[in-house]
Every structure is written in structure tokens, then in C-alpha cells.
């Protein structure tokens, strides 16, 4: 259910910043960009800013003229929406934008986020930050259009894994439901998503695939993409999205882990933690300074790859 003290404090003020993390991936954009939709039928102005323009997978959307990257732009705002984030870093440079004398509100679904907002709503069991911006859709009883629900079938699909995580729940399902009633084509929404790789991306794939690894009898499964590999066939970070599910798809493997080179940064690795069954990896990316859900989360360290990928197989491997 929203929260009383969202609904007073969005009615009070009538200039948005709506920012999400780092990477920002179905949920984080689709969540975005249905609240400004909300916001712009209640009458009131609302700026998406973001560290970094979404993936190219997320074109077919038609939202990038509309997100604010440039960190010394000047923006006009009364308050801050923050969605989708565990944790005040995660928003990343976008932070920048931030006034201190501002009221930041926090909206998400993360088991580890830690109420940064001065207002804060935090849902651990809802699916996606979707599913909660749909529900402050209904507490405003605001009319969800194609648009709209195209952003939020984008947010929970992508955040639930096809609806295929433990968070999905028959309310979930009911929600998804409604918005296809708006005129949504489920397929063609699929194929945008999931069957729209170049070969460029399969072939990096590939070579993701041969380097998988496992410990602890072969309950954790681990792969690697490293910036020569990126380079190789001129591809971004953004396009191993997924990568790591292949890893969690093996049988008997209770932990799945990609580590994700920085090729602007080397030293710099990303880490996406994915379980199945009782195997709590929220917990596991928290002794790395991470966190997300119970099946899926992720942490950033700095260091030298193979050192990384040790430190963290080694402390899984005592954790589990």
C-alpha cells in the first residue's frame, strides 16, 4: 500500500528531479519514465537526469532526447524523486544535480536499501519499482495510458526476470494483466528485449561462456568479461545484461556470479550476483559494499581482475 506521506508530499510540490542507479536497466527507466507521465497528468514538471544515457536495447522505447546526462546543466526542481536505489551512491554522478536544500524522496523495492530519503517507501517483496509507481498510478486515481503502460510492463518484465523470480506474485500478474489491456503486444515487447542481439553480441557471448568457472563442487558457477573482450568487437558493458542468468541456468549450481571489467576503467568491476532456492546473494554482495534482492544483487570493487574474481569466489565459497 502507498505510503500516506508519499501521496501529501508528491501533492505538495509541483517541480520534479526524478533520478535512478548507475546503468539504469528496464526497471530504473520504465519506473522513471512512467512517474513523470504520473506527475505530468497531476499538473505538475518533472526532469529525468541519469549518469549515463540507457543501453541501445532500450531504443525502441524512444526516451533518450528526454534524459538529462549533462552534469553542469542547470535544473529547475522543488524536490527529488530517487527510484530504484538501495543506496545514495548508487545514483552515481547524476548526485551532482542534487541540491542540498531539496527534499529527496526514495521509492523502491530493494531488501537493503537504506531509507537515505527524508520520505522514505521501501517495498522488499514488491517485483520492481514498476509495480510500485503503478501503485501510486491507482492511489492518485490517475488513468494509465499506452505510454504508461508500456514503461511499467517494461519495468516488471525486465526486473522479474520474465516473471520467472520469486518476487512474482499473483499481484504481479494482475497488474501485468491490466496493462496489456492498454494495447501492449507481450511478443513484440519480448523480442525487443530478449531476441534483438547482433552478432557482435552473440559472439562476445560466446567467449563470456568459455571463460565459466566452478567451486565449491560445482554449486557456484562464475564468468568473466573482460574490457579486450569488449574491445574485440566493439561493444559496451550494457550488452552483457543477462550474460550471468546462464550461468544460474546450470543445474545444481546454487551461485551465479559475472564479473563485468570497466572499459573505461580497469581496475574498476562490477560484480552481479544471481541464486536460486534459498542462497540469500543480498547478503553476499553486502560484505563487498553491495546489495539488491534475495536472487539477484551486485557490488563495484576496485582492483585487478583475477584478484577480484578470487577474493569474492573464495568468501562465497566460505559463505554458502
Known sequence: MVKSEIIET???????LIVSHVNPEGD??????????????LGKESVIANEAEPAELYEFLDINDDIITDIKKKIDYKAIIALDCPVIKRVGRAKKFFK????????????????FGDVNW???????????VYELYKAFNVPIDYRSALFLYVAIITDTGSFAYENTSSRTHAIVAELIDRGLKPNLIYQKLYENRTASEVKLLKDALSTIRFAKDEKIAYMYVTKSMLDRYNLDLDVTEGFVNYARSINGVK??????????NEKRIG??????????VDKLASLFGGGGHKNASGCVLSGDLKKVIKKVVDTVTRSI
Open 10 to 16: 508528491i501533492e505538495k510540490y509541483n517541480k520534479y
Open 28 to 41: 530504473s527507466l520504465g519506473s522513471q519514465f512512467a512517474l513523470k507521465g504520473l506527475l505530468s497528468k
Open 100 to 115: 542540498k536544500d531539496k527534499i529527496l524522496i526514495n521509492i523502491d523495492h530493494h531488501i537493503s536499501n537504506t531509507n
Open 122 to 132: 521501501v517495498e522488499p517483496y514488491t517485483s520492481s519499482c514498476g509495480e510500485m
Open 255 to 264: 551461485v551465479a556470479m559475472i564479473f563485468l571489467q570497466n572499459p573505461s
Open 271 to 280: 560484480i552481479s550476483f544471481r541464486s536460486k532456492g534459498e542462497v540469500d
